[in-house]
């Protein structure tokens, strides 16, 4: 201790010499020269290396050779290593400030350093910065370099860390693609490691064949001794984890994870064996083996001392076995421990919860979320076991501070993949708050999670937009913001489109530069604009009694939220509100999907007709479990908020008890969420013009087939509305973009799909997809989808349908007629016609489609064209009042036309009388 001191003190004296002697002989001082005399005569340390180099900065005029100091800075690097990520990177900015006064790149120094930076800035989850470097450095140089794999791995890393995780794939395959021309196999393994962690999290078994063959290339550098120990452990715990979670494939999972034991023992890396232990532990616990899970967990506990957050693991896994084995209270009192563990707070007792200020600004909330989570249902299942009402109120308050915590996170997230995730990660517990909320008899909180189950990506958007227009943005502004998007849009559509990786590569590099120049712009709004952020972050949850209050006595609501185990349904009227529960999903589902395999076809004989009928009972039954349901729901109009696979069905063609369809007697429209509805209810903006039909009927070098009916359609709608119309090739992409919004009945008659889970609708020139509509701007009374399949798209959990319909109401539509499956065209047709004259006539929305249909199925009785595959397509979605036709109407004309008639015949008259006299 006194040494230590003695050399302190000696180091100090030296600092003060330098600082008063060499204030007088500075221009004779230079500062690399001096420094390396010092190190020379003293045995320095590092720490005091670099406190000699800063101290000899301060001296005012001091001589600097910079590239002597820029090899000091770099020799600095070296020592410290990549334990103190702070300090090296910031002599990786000091050597980079050193680069740019000089104005020199091309030196190789500078060029390893910017390298350097990338690497080390993502390795501290700096992965913006990273990002944008990244971007510069390959800006700055442009030739393929045998150091490039780096960078692509760094910028996959760094993707991969904001969670867009396709992106950090192909920059991990382009780094993968450089490291095998160099035949660079080091930085090779490390790529496969990095992509194979990712492909890992995604946990999906479609990309199992990728996974295969990492492990397979990976192996083969085993054999030549070309793979580290840490590499060899990432790989076999990855290859665990994906056997384990994702291709529940219990003895190679078991295989895997006691391979990366036995290496991590061979080199007596404590959290590697850890994390072995923990996974071990975790696989049988998930194989019901408790004994032998409890046995590398209890190993793992007796060395983790130090490392809290892998202790939180072990209670975690522990509590999950102590539940399981009934002892519901010990599992309780570990799932506890693990949240006070990952929040490293004092002892609470298990009763008791964290508040949400001591879980928001810890760096282990996700984790603390989960272990939630596990409480929550924990407690559940102890009121199993023991009917104790305190514990369902207990599971109520932590599925409560779990939400909490999801909208937190939420918040912080600023890509929408991220935010999905989040909505999934709700969508996992939601369903079992409701399920406390039903016995607790709590409709209005069950109301709640419901609510916070659908469509709060959709949510924020509409508000985002309503915050726009009430802040009273500059339209030069929101001119910028569109080009921005445009940018970003036409730049992923060519991304799309391009088969050559480095063109990608580039074109992804563009996009990331307009994403950050969009994230600044939105930002630059909230403070430049700080009402229009106020209204943005204002994102309401509408509660049940703002439902009721707009309830009239003929109008109902069926909620429904659908689980991994068990669903509910709840039916709300002005006066109350009924909580039902469903069959088991597993029964649900398969009602569901025999149902939609029925009426999503024409019916070619008997057992056809008879095997729809049957299953159209069924489900009536099923989704509407309320007793006088036929009586309750007869002449109501019902907004229906459906749940998970049931947004693919038609609730119009169930069947009652009586053989009726559900449409013959009741108004049905639908809605993504409560919320969503009142939101798009306070973005109004005058539109004076009344309809436009984009019809292109024929298209650019026959890339699909012609639409027979389009042009006899577009007649017919002429004589219901004195109609703008563009048809063949005058129906572009680009004619509807700068007519959208302008009109408040947009007509659309084309072709529509989904290609990779992408929707799309076609135009005479192009395609325009989902992701390009979801960043334009309508406000569009009503928008109708003459098209196949655009209802349909990827269910995302938690969020909804990915659909084109939802794209219109993201832009800002207030309602939208669309498709559930590939429709036939006389038949929507006809359907379309008779409803367009129940809109002109002043019928709400959806009594207008409610009248057609009923028309069409009257027409078509005892033919083969009366199957609801024909008319049950068709739904409406979204807001249902009248539309208002202005003068442009048809009618109007015609009254007009007889106006002027009799005018004209009137004076022709009176002067045929005064020439007679």
Known sequence: ????????????????????????????????????QQIEKEELTLSEEESLVDSLLLIKNIKIDTMKLVQIYSGFIKAEGLSQLKKIISYADKIEHLALNLNDSSLEIFKKNRRNRIVFLSRDQQFYKALKAGDNYLER??????????????????????????????????????????????????????????????????????????????????????????????????LGVFNDKTNNDFQKAISNYKKSLEISLQ???????????????????????????????????????????????????????????NNHKKALVHYQKAIVQALQSKEIEYQKLPTLEDIEFSPNKLDVLGYLIDKANGWVAYYDAEQNPEYLQNALETFTLADQLIDIIYVESREDLSKLFWRKKGATFYPKAVEVCYRLQQPEKA?????????????????????????????????????????????????????????????????????????????????????????????????LQNVQSTLQKDELVLQYIVGKEKGFVALISSEKIQLKELPTTKTLTKTVTQYKEAVSKPFVNTEDKNTYQEVAKKLYQQLIPFGNSEIELAEKRITIIADGILQYIPFEALLTSENEYLIQNTEIHYNYSLSSAAQSQQNNSPISKTFIAIAPTKFKNDQFNALATSEEELDKLTDIFNAMH??????????????????????LSTHGGIDNTIPWMAFYDEKMTLDELYFTKNQSELVVLSACKTSDGELKKGEGVMSLARGFFNAGAKSVVSSLWDINEKASNDIIQEFYKNIAAGDTKSSALQKAKLTYIKNNKNTSEASPYYWSALTIT????????????????????????????????????????
Do not use: W
């Open 267 to 325: 080199e007596n890396d404590t959290i590697n064996i850890i994390k072995s232990y923990v996974n071990l532990g975790g696989v049988y616990k998930n194989n019901k083996q408790f004994d032998e899970a409890k046995k590398y967990l209890f190993q793992a506990k007796e060395i983790t001392i130090d490392f809290s957050f892998l202790a939180s693991m072990i209670s975690n896994n522990l509590a999950d076995i102590y539940q399981k084995e």
């Open 878 to 917: 979204g807001d249902v009042t009248p539309i208002h036709i202005t003068q442009n109407s048809y009618l109007y004309y015609l009254l007009g036309g007889f106006f002027l008639t009799g005018i004209i015949m009137y004076i022709r008259f009176k002067s045929s009388n005064k020439q007679a006299a």
């Open 1 to 36: 201790m006194i040494t230590s001191f003695k050399r302190i003190h000696k180091f100090s004296l030296l600092i003060f010499f330098l600082l008063s002697v060499f204030v007088l002989q500075a221009q004779e001082i230079e500062l690399c020269k001096y420094y390396n």
């Open 141 to 238: 140089y442009p030739e393929v370099d045998k150091s490039n794999d780096r960078v692509y791995r760094s910028l996959g890393n760094s993707y991969s860390g904001l969670g867009d995780f396709q992106k950090a794939i192909a920059n991990y395959d382009e780094a993968i693609y450089l490291s095998k021309s160099f035949k660079n196999n080091k930085e090779l393994v490390r790529t496969y490691i990095c992509k194979l962690e990712t492909l890992v999290d995604l946990n999906d078994l479609s990309y199992s064949k990728q996974i295969l063959k990492i492990e397979i290339e990976l192996k083969e550098f085993q054999e030549t001794n070309e793979i580290s120990y840490k590499n060899s452990f990432a790989l076999y715990l990855n």
């Open 447 to 543: 109301f709640f999670f419901m609510e916070k189950n659908k469509a709060m990506l959709l949510l924020e958007n509409m508000t985002n937009a309503t915050a726009k227009r009430l802040s009273k943005l500059p339209e030069n502004t929101l001119e910028r913001e569109q080009n921005l998007i445009k940018e970003i849009k036409t730049l992923e559509a060519e991304i799309q489109a391009s088969t050559k990786t480095q063109t990608i590569d580039s074109l992804k590099n563009s996009v990331f530069k307009y994403k950050k120049e969009y994230t600044a712009f939105i930002d630059s709004l909230e403070t430049e604009f700080p009402k229009y952020y106020n209204y943005k972050k204002n994102i309401k949850i509408v509660t």
């Open 726 to 747: 563009f048809q063949y090739e005058k129906a572009t992409k680009q004619r509807f973009t700068e007519a959208y919004g302008n009109y408040k009945i947009i007509h």
